[in-house]
């Protein structure tokens, strides 16, 4: 939370599937009341309409907080989703729903909550269409796999080859597993359809294609997962949310090494993706003259100039999102500008 702005009632919510403690405190007083029952998404929202004053709610990221983001938000001042990773209080001394939701309006009133961002407009589709296609391509890599290795393991080169009767069952698994590829790819076929319905309807996600390298899955990823480019202060956070930088780790004014920021590695994959694509392109391609000139004039290795062109195809990704214009190769950055901005030795 970085708004210093106070309201009349702070209200934390710890959700089960069958339980639900709700805990509240007001602006004036420190006493805590605290609700427990079984979970009553219509009993919230009357009891949070029979509130005085200002409010603002709390509930930790989790698979149905979507969900409950869209069932309360027009209902309070403010809903914060948190990043349960950080409530480092929670995970000290006993712990119950009621325990739970005590110490989780305590740290709201004391603005120590880190926000997850969720959005409530037309991008919860896009969202989902991108968090489905992802577990499609987890689960027909998985099977491709297994199929590669039970052929492996009875030493057959392909699937086609015959099958003495003693690898019976090997024969009746594999078939199964030609059955789930099959059906990925088809699976897979229509969500690329909808993904180039996607791309002709969203303004943002036309502009994201002009960037070299970026196709149409690749722009509703990266649409659906800024949402608002704005949300991020600057290029710096967002490249830290896309794991495409590390973090200088400082104390009483010495330097001891960088590490890794919590980042989006789903982000990160779709950059580094996106950078492979424009390096194979060919020589016409600017990203790819831009990889030429890190590599044969400034004696990059070739990990740091890959590196750098998916930090470049961020940034750009950013400030069209931001600005909502498309990519102009007029405009692209020189090479002292970019070199003096992104690459890193």
Same mark, same amino acid.
């Given at each position: 939370?970085?708004?210093?702005?106070?309201?009349?009632?702070?209200?934390?919510?710890?959700?089960?599937?069958?339980?639900?403690?709700?805990?509240?405190?007001?602006?004036?007083?420190?006493?805590?009341?605290?609700?427990?029952?079984?979970?009553?998404v219509r009993g919230i929202r009357e009891f949070l309409k029979g509130l005085r004053g200002t409010k603002i709610l709390t509930i930790e990221e989790s698979t149905a907080s979507q969900w409950l983001y869209t069932e309360f938000r027009e209902h309070v001042d403010r809903l914060l989703v948190c990043d349960p990773y950080r409530n480092r209080l929670l995970s000290e001394g006993a712990k119950n729903d009621k325990i739970d939701a005590t110490k989780l309006v305590r740290l709201l009133r004391s603005d120590m909550l880190k926000e997850v961002f969720h959005s409530g407009d037309e991008f919860i589709?896009?969202?989902?269409?991108?968090?489905? +296609?992802?577990?499609?391509?987890?689960?027909?890599?998985?099977?491709?796999?297994?199929?590669?290795?039970?052929?492996?393991?009875?030493?057959?080169?392909?699937?086609?080859?015959?099958?003495?009767?003693?690898?019976?069952?090997?024969?009746?698994?594999?078939?199964?597993?030609?059955?789930?590829?099959?059906?990925?790819?088809?699976?897979?076929?229509?969500?690329?359809?909808?993904?180039?319905?996607?791309?002709?309807?969203?303004?943002?996600?036309?502009?994201?294609?002009?960037?070299?390298?970026?196709?149409?899955?690749?722009?509703?990823?990266?649409?659906?997962?800024?949402?608002?480019?704005?949300?991020?202060?600057?290029?710096?956070?967002?490249?830290? +949310?896309?794991?495409?930088?590390?973090?200088?780790?400082?104390?009483?004014?010495?330097?001891?090494?960088?590490?890794?920021?919590?980042?989006?590695?789903?982000?990160?994959?779709?950059?580094?993706?996106?950078?492979?694509?424009?390096?194979?392109?060919?020589?016409?391609?600017?990203?790819?003259?831009?990889?030429? +000139?890190?590599?044969?004039?400034?004696?990059?290795?070739?990990?740091?100039?890959?590196?750098?062109?998916?930090?470049?195809?961020?940034?750009?990704?950013?400030?069209?999102?931001?600005?909502?214009?498309?990519?102009?190769?007029?405009?692209?950055?020189?090479?002292?500008?970019?070199?003096?901005?992104?690459?890193?030795?």
């Amino acid at each position: 939370m970085n708004e210093a702005i106070t309201y009349d009632n702070y209200i934390a919510i710890d959700w089960a599937q069958e339980t639900m403690a709700i805990a509240r405190m007001t602006n004036k007083q420190d006493k805590i009341k605290v609700f427990e029952g079984p979970s009553d998404v219509r009993g919230i929202r009357e009891f949070l309409k029979g509130l005085r004053g200002t409010k603002i709610l709390t509930i930790e990221e989790s698979t149905a907080s979507q969900w409950l983001y869209t069932e309360f938000r027009e209902h309070v001042d403010r809903l914060l989703v948190c990043d349960p990773y950080r409530n480092r209080l929670l995970s000290e001394g006993a712990k119950n729903d009621k325990i739970d939701a005590t110490k989780l309006v305590r740290l709201l009133r004391s603005d120590m909550l880190k926000e997850v961002f969720h959005s409530g407009d037309e991008f919860i589709y896009l969202r989902k269409i991108v968090s489905g +296609y992802d577990d499609l391509i987890r689960s027909g890599v998985q099977a491709k796999n297994q199929r590669s290795a039970l052929l492996r393991a009875i030493g057959k080169s392909h699937k086609k080859d015959s099958f003495p009767p003693e690898l019976l069952a090997d024969k009746f698994v594999l078939d199964r597993l030609e059955r789930r590829i099959e059906d990925y790819k088809t699976q897979k076929a229509e969500y690329e359809r909808e993904f180039q319905r996607l791309c002709k309807k969203h303004k943002s996600i036309k502009n994201l294609k002009t960037i070299p390298g970026i196709g149409d899955i690749h722009a509703v990823q990266i649409a659906a997962t800024v949402v608002d480019a704005k949300r991020f202060e600057n290029q710096g956070r967002f490249l830290s +949310y896309c794991g495409l930088v590390k973090l200088e780790r400082m104390s009483g004014g010495k330097s001891y090494g960088k590490k890794s920021p919590r980042y989006n590695r789903a982000f990160k994959h779709v950059f580094k993706m996106a950078s492979q694509s424009v390096i194979q392109a060919g020589v016409t391609n600017p990203m790819h003259q831009f990889y030429e +000139y890190l590599i044969n004039e400034k004696k990059k290795s070739e990990y740091i100039a890959r590196h750098t062109i998916a930090r470049k195809i961020a940034v750009l990704s950013y400030g069209i999102l931001k600005t909502n214009k498309a990519f102009d190769l007029k405009k692209f950055g020189g090479t002292k500008k970019t070199e003096k901005d992104l690459v890193r030795s």
